[in-house]
Structure formats: structure tokens, C-alpha cells
């Protein structure tokens, strides 16, 4: 996968990033691929370094001070297969990176998605997920549209040649995780 380490500035920065929807999936897979032994994984997930237009010497900085000469340094936040502007952030500061996107049906993942929010409390008090799909909310729109896969990745494409992305289905990862996490490696 090529080295991560910038010589000339000594900033670790990802040769790879896993994306996705949330509630598909991307949490199994950066905990899978953080016991590997020649993969730095930042360490946390979720540090939106993208999605928050961040610098990479802050991504080092933060996040990968744990790293150790691992050929694979990944990256793993949910919400940078959604975010309109995250491509040409990735574009712009990892041009051959590759790019590992973890999908799952779009009403199921909005299903499991609203569930979650129910339970962080984030979603009104005794409103069903039949109401709160027929309403007209931020909320709603939002979990809709994280669902729109195809919106998304063609924003990648526009981008980064197909070779540089695994599309991995949430299904698979559940059912066999150690084949998906071997394609992975």
C-alpha cells in the first residue's frame, strides 16, 4: 500500500480510509483491522478529519502518535461517504489513497439508525418510526439521504479511478466477517 510516513515532513498520514453510512458496519471493520499487525489504525474512530476540513499534521498529531512504521495507516469515520465536500478534501490531500466504503440497506440502516437515535434520545419521546418517516424534519432528510449511495459515491468517482475503492455491503460483514476483512488485507 506504500509508505505512510512523510519523509520530509514526518506526518503520518492514511494510505487508506473507511467510509460509509453509519449504521453499516464501519466500526466492526476498524476494530477488525486495528488487531492487524501491519496496520496503524488512528487511535480512535471517528476522528471526522474530513469531514471537519482538518489538516493532516493534525490528524499526526492527534491521532497517530501510536504509529510504529505499519505500511497501512487507516482512517475510519462514518460520515465521510455522506458529506458533499469530503472527496475533494481526500482529493486534495491523499491522491492515492485507497478508499474502503462499508454500505447496508438504506431502510434497514435508516431503521437501525433511528433506533440508535431513540436511544441517545435524540428522537422525540414517543414518536414511532412511522411518524417520524412521514414527518418533515432536518432529521429525517438527513438519515434519508444517507442512504442515497449512489449520489455519494459517484462524488468519489469524479475523483479517484474505481480501483481505489471497496464497496463492502454491511450483510456480508455480518455473515462472514473473516472473508470481508481478508479481502480487506
Known sequence: IGMSKSEASGIVTPTFIVGGAPRAGTTSLYRYLEQHPQVCMSARKETSVFIEDRSL?????????????????????????????????????????????????????????????????????????????????????????????????????????????LILLFGELTSNPADVVKRVY
Do not use: C, K
Not at 433511528?114 to 418533515?136: H, K
Not at 442512504?147 to 475523483?159: C, E, I, S, V
Open 57 to 165: 499534521e493534525w490528524l499526526s498529531t492527534n491521532y497517530y502518535r501510536h504509529y510504529d512504521g505499519e505500511p497501512a495507516v487507516g482512517e475510519a469515520s462514518a460520515g465521510t461517504l455522506g458529506n458533499p465536500a469530503v472527496a475533494e478534501r481526500v482529493y486534495d490531500a491523499l491522491l492515492d489513497v485507497q478508499l474502503i466504503f462499508v454500505l447496508r440497506d438504506p431502510v434497514e440502516r435508516l431503521h437501525s439508525h433511528f433506533a440508535y437515535l431513540e436511544g441517545q434520545q435524540e428522537i422525540g419521546d414517543g414518536v414511532s418510526f412511522s411518524r417520524f418517516i412521514r414527518s418533515d424534519s432536518d432529521w429525517r432528510d438527513t438519515l434519508i439521504d444517507l442512504g442515497r449511495y449512489h449520489d455519494h459515491l459517484t462524488r468519489f468517482t469524479d475523483y479517484f479511478d474505481r480501483e481505489q475503492m
